[in-house]
Every structure is written in structure tokens, then in C-alpha cells.
């Protein structure tokens, strides 16, 4: 792995890359960061090009100047692969990072030649606006006890996959824990995003993939309905962390797509 930053309009984005082929962009989710696909290094690094950033105002890239829309994510994130590397390139996002994927994919057609949609929703409004309500209950305030740490723990331990140890959960509450010190969350902006359009205009090859125990994951169904052209597989025993919890099973299925294979439809 070998690591470092790109100057972007509002700062510098982080970012590390591993592996030898192909270019493939990895995009964590909101309140995480680039660790979230260390663990796919060791299975496809032999046949990507693994490129992963910290998004702006996550792990160590700068914090926007606003509170930046899912445009501006992509923006951010296309200027720093313009200096990357000037051939077209695969990518992958989860959950946040998925809609950032996607909007990337429908606005700049000739740089992006497949994406992979993990743990992607289509949500109604009414579901949209529920979850809004749920998250704005999590968001509990710092407390000199300390409740506010056990109660996201207990969040975090909950959504590892099937036969993970609770300690696979630590990493990932941590970084979330973090993100508390940062002065915007990107969950707003993928919540405040119409897909419809960038849902039509996506051109090129997509996956939507899935861990079986992902609990945020709603209406992949009904995104197959309005990407007539996708794929689909699910990763056994996966929850919301699916690369940390099955890097090899998540690994096996990418490489295939990115060879243009395409896994078997679920």
C-alpha cells in the first residue's frame, strides 16, 4: 500500500492504492473512511489497481468549505483521478459511496467503465424521511458518562456479518466515533439526492451487490427494475461492513465483473 494526497479545488484528498491492472476506484461509506477496503488488498490486488480515498471530510482529507452536495462529492473525487491516471476506470462504492458511484458514472460517461452499486436503496419518500428521523435520534449528545459511546457500540456490534467476532466491529466504530469531530455529515447529502436522473443516464456496465445480513439495504428490487441492464449478487454472511467482513467472497465476485464475466444474477 502506498499512500498520499491530491490538491482538489477546497483542499487535499487522501488517499492509498495497492495492487497491479485495471483501475478500481473505491468509495467508502459516510461516516467511515478508505480503511474499509484494506482488507479487499490481499485478494485483488493480483488484478486491480485498488484506488482508495478519504472523501472530503473523512479520515484525513480536508473539510469542506460548506456542506457539499453529491455533486460536489463527485467533482472532488474526479479532479483528484484526473491526476491519478488519464484512462477510463472502474468503480466501486458502498452504501454513501454507491450514490457517488452512480452520479460520477451518469456525468462523466467516457472516464467511468463499470460501476459496482454495494449495498445500494431505493428508497420512497415516506422511507426516505423516516430514515432522516432515525438518524437524527442516534445523534445523541456527547455526555461525561459516556452513554453515547456504549449506545453506538452496541449500534456497530450488531451489524457485523454472520460468524464475525464482536472485535470486527472496533475499527469501524472508532472511525465512526471520530467523525463526530467533523463539521459535516455526507449522509445528509445522499438522503437530500434525487438518483432518478443519474439512474437513467448511467451508461455502463453495473453491479448492485449486497451482503445477505446488510440491514440498511431497501429496494434493490425496484433498482433492477430502473437498470433493466444490471447485475445482481449478494454476498453470503455479509452485513453492512461487507468488505471487512468477506473480503474473499466480495473480492471473487468484482474480479469477475471486472473481466466482464458477470457473476451469476441473484
Given at each position: 500500500m502506498r499512500k498520499g494526497y491530491v490538491d482538489v479545488s477546497h483542499g487535499q484528498l487522501h488517499y492509498w492504492t495497492a495492487g497491479k491492472g485495471p483501475v478500481l476506484l473505491c468509495l467508502h461509506q459516510a461516516s467511515q473512511d478508505s480503511t474499509e477496503y484494506r482488507a479487499l488488498i490481499a485478494h485483488l490486488g493480483a488484478h486491480a489497481t485498488l484506488i482508495a480515498?478519504?472523501?472530503p471530510g473523512h479520515g484525513q482529507s480536508f473539510d469542506p468549505p460548506h456542506e457539499y452536495g453529491v455533486p460536489e462529492y463527485a467533482d472532488a473525487l474526479m479532479q483528484a483521478m484526473d491526476q491519478l491516471t488519464s484512462e477510463p476506470f472502474a468503480v466501486l462504492?458502498?452504501?454513501?459511496?454507491?450514490?457517488?458511484?452512480?452520479d460520477m458514472a451518469a456525468r462523466f460517461k467516457q472516464r467511468i467503465s463499470r460501476i459496482i452499486l454495494s449495498g445500494m436503496s431505493w428508497r420512497?419518500?415516506?422511507?426516505?424521511?423516516?430514515?432522516i428521523a432515525a438518524r437524527a435520534k442516534r445523534n445523541v449528545p456527547v455526555t461525561e458518562d459516556g452513554a453515547f459511546l456504549s449506545g453506538?457500540?452496541?449500534?456497530?456490534?450488531?451489524?457485523?456479518?454472520?460468524?464475525m467476532p464482536i472485535d470486527a466491529a472496533l475499527e469501524p466504530y472508532l472511525v465512526n466515533q471520530l467523525m463526530r469531530l467533523r463539521p459535516y455529515d455526507a449522509h445528509h447529502a445522499v438522503l437530500a439526492w434525487d438518483q432518478s436522473d443519474a439512474l437513467k443516464a448511467a451508461p455502463c456496465p453495473i453491479l448492485l451487490l449486497q451482503g445477505d445480513q446488510d440491514v440498511f439495504v431497501v429496494g434493490q428490487d425496484k433498482l433492477m427494475e430502473l437498470l433493466p441492464g444490471a447485475q445482481r449478487c449478494v454476498i453470503p454472511g455479509?452485513?453492512?461492513?461487507?468488505?471487512?467482513?468477506?473480503?474473499?467472497?466480495?473480492?471473487?465476485?468484482?474480479?469477475e465483473f471486472l473481466a466482464g464475466k458477470g457473476p451469476a444474477v441473484a
Open positions: 480515498f478519504d472523501l462504492g458502498h452504501h454513501s459511496g454507491a450514490v457517488f458511484a452512480l420512497s419518500a415516506e422511507n426516505t424521511q423516516a430514515l453506538m457500540w452496541r449500534t456497530y456490534a450488531s451489524l457485523v456479518g454472520e460468524g455479509a452485513g453492512a461492513f461487507s468488505f471487512r467482513d468477506r473480503p474473499a467472497a466480495a473480492s471473487a465476485i468484482i474480479q
